[in-house]
């Protein structure tokens, strides 16, 4: 990790190194995954247990931010949000994105041994699927991501647009949806916006280093979004971890994020100018292999079968303590 003279047009604060910038993303995950768990945790009780729709109000939110657990967790997760910025800053959004897929079995494993259970082989399978499929999505797209970075204003604006009307949508579904859904709806809309996100720092990062920045209509334009969708994406998924496992919303959230992100940087950002339909196929693919990953997790995991069990039981004082202590 080399830090630049200041003398250097624009600022760009690390060196161009792909190695250490997935070493350092894999750390990341560790701790995101650790830091999820204990949020959870902490979500799990300060929402209704058993109550038909978990999803918390203002004030149960707003409670978080004094519960000295909630805010462990948050200082775990910000510093693995940390390494994963420097990351970005020294390898390419297509390569670094798809490594936070880690935290997936991390988070597995520390559930199981918080909470006391085997997993079962569905879960591993669901586990391996998710991870099979973002290696062979990050080897693809690592292998055709182009060196040279465009910034089209009006396509990053567009991509922008795009992810908040999903966003959205998913909230709604997440809020308002059957039960079974609304854990995995809540996580993937807060897995968007911080998909963008990532994107987005790459941008600003790019931006930074152009030069002349803070007379630049997109760099005030990208930093507007970025902070925007990094606020709503953790709204989204706290309110995930009300609603279901940590394992889920983090299954989804290294899921989904680094599709979005490698899709910003391939159709907005020009790394994906040398690929071919070959290549491309292998993305969808891949993709759809590692998405079904996160589903089947939602569909066997047992704590979901606790959280849809107890439910319609929310009027019932027995009902409770079957989920008291979520994971």
Not at 7 to 26: D, K, Q, Y
Not at 106 to 111: E, Q
Not at 177 to 198: D, M, N, Q
Request: charged fraction near 5%; aromatic fraction near 8%; glycine fraction near 10%.
């Amino acid at each position: 990790m080399t830090l630049l003279p200041l003398s250097v047009p624009g600022v760009r604060l690390f060196e161009p190194n792909i190695g250490l910038g997935i070493l350092i993303v894999a750390i990341a995950s560790f701790a995101f995954a650790s830091g999820a768990t204990v949020q959870h945790l902490a979500v799990g009780r300060t929402v209704t247990a058993g109550a038909e729709n978990r999803s918390m109000g203002l004030r149960q939110l707003l409670s978080l931010l004094v519960n000295p657990r909630w805010l462990l967790g948050l200082g775990i997760v910000a510093l693995g949000a940390t390494m994963h910025i420097v990351a970005l800053m020294m390898a390419p959004v297509t390569v670094v994105q798809p490594v936070g897929i880690l935290a997936v079995p991390w988070s597995v494993l520390l559930a199981a041994k918080i909470h006391g259970f085997k997993p079962t082989r569905q879960i591993w399978i669901a586990v391996a699927l998710t991870i099979v499929g973002i290696v062979a999505f990050t080897v693809i797209s690592a292998s055709f991501a182009a060196p040279v970075v465009a910034l089209p204003p009006t396509m990053i604006i567009v991509f922008c647009v795009a992810v908040y009307l999903i966003g959205a949508t998913l909230g709604l579904i997440g809020g308002f949806g059957p039960a079974r859904l609304r854990c995995l709806a809540w996580a993937t809309g807060g897995s968007f916006f911080y998909g963008l996100s990532s994107a987005l720092v790459k941008t600003t990062s790019e931006l930074l280093a152009a030069g002349d920045y803070l007379h630049s209509p997109l760099f005030w334009v990208v930093v507007s979004f970025l902070l925007c969708s990094y606020a709503t994406g953790g709204w989204m998924v706290q309110q995930g971890y009300a609603n279901g496992p940590a394992e889920i919303v983090v299954g989804s959230m290294t899921t989904t994020d680094p599709i979005v992100g490698v899709t910003f940087g391939m159709v907005v950002l020009g790394e994906g100018a040398l690929l071919t339909v070959a290549p491309s196929l292998g993305m969808l693919i891949s993709g759809a292999v590692a998405i079904s990953g996160v589903v089947l997790l939602s569909r066997f995991h047992p704590e979901s079968h606790k959280y849809l069990a107890a439910a319609p039981a929310a009027s019932e004082p027995s009902s409770v303590a079957a989920v008291d202590e979520p994971v």
